[in-house]
């Protein structure tokens, strides 16, 4: 294995710990939590789908999330970015719904963590260099893109963590 995707599997392995920390401990009602008006969150659908809040230009300044909407994004990113990495089309944003509950959720997060582990276990040289156009309109080497994604994983469950503080300090 090259010292570059030692190097993105550390990363990974290291966000993911910290994941453990945070989403055994989720609960519907701290997933769907609004920490303030306006927050974006997922709604049940008429179709019976949870679908996120979401404008195609982002507000500024940014609505706070609720854990459930941030897990979605999480499920939208890594799906994609799975996709992606296998020069698979990525699935369209409307496409993907969030599970419905703190525990499909974190079952559907564990099953793109090992598939996420598995195709990073399965990089061969020359790999990290392929062009991938996710998440950016050209494309840029897979290793970048990967990178991109453990630090996004980071930054979620670290958004993650501070809203279930939040929830659980306001009880």
């Given at each position: 294995?090259?010292?570059?995707?030692?190097?993105?599997?550390?990363?990974?392995?290291?966000?993911?710990?910290?994941?453990?920390?945070?989403?055994?401990?989720?609960?519907?009602?701290?997933?769907?939590?609004?920490?303030?008006?306006?927050?974006?969150?997922?709604?049940?659908?008429?179709?019976?789908?949870?679908?996120?809040?979401?404008s195609d230009t982002e507000p500024d300044p940014?609505?706070p999330a609720t854990i459930g909407w941030i897990?979605?994004?999480?499920?939208?990113?890594?799906?994609?970015?799975?996709?992606a990495s296998f020069t698979h089309p990525v699935?369209?944003?409307?496409?993907?719904?969030?599970?419905?509950?703190?525990?499909?959720?974190?079952?559907?997060?564990?099953?793109?963590?090992?598939?996420?582990?598995?195709?990073?276990?399965?990089?061969?040289?020359?790999?990290?260099?392929?062009?991938?156009?996710?998440?950016?309109?050209?494309?840029?080497?897979?290793?970048?893109?990967?990178?991109?994604?453990?630090?996004?994983?980071?930054?979620?469950?670290?958004?993650?963590?501070?809203?279930?503080?939040?929830?659980?300090?306001?009880?």
């Amino acid at each position: 294995m090259a010292d570059e995707t030692r190097t993105l599997t550390w990363q990974f392995e290291l966000a993911w710990k910290l994941a453990q920390h945070h989403l055994p401990k989720l609960t519907d009602e701290a997933c769907l939590w609004e920490p303030a008006p306006g927050s974006w969150t997922v709604r049940k659908s008429v179709d019976g789908q949870w679908r996120p809040d979401w404008s195609d230009t982002e507000p500024d300044p940014a609505p706070p999330a609720t854990i459930g909407w941030i897990t979605w994004q999480m499920i939208w990113w890594w799906s994609s970015a799975l996709t992606a990495s296998f020069t698979h089309p990525v699935p369209a944003r409307e496409s993907i719904a969030w599970p419905g509950s703190a525990e499909a959720t974190v079952l559907h997060l564990g099953v793109l963590s090992r598939q996420w582990s598995t195709m990073l276990s399965a990089l061969r040289d020359g790999d990290l260099r392929r062009p991938v156009a996710y998440p950016w309109p050209e494309p840029r080497p897979l290793g970048l893109m990967l990178a991109w994604a453990n630090v996004e994983l980071t930054k979620n469950i670290t958004e993650i963590g501070v809203m279930r503080h939040l929830y659980e300090a306001r009880r």
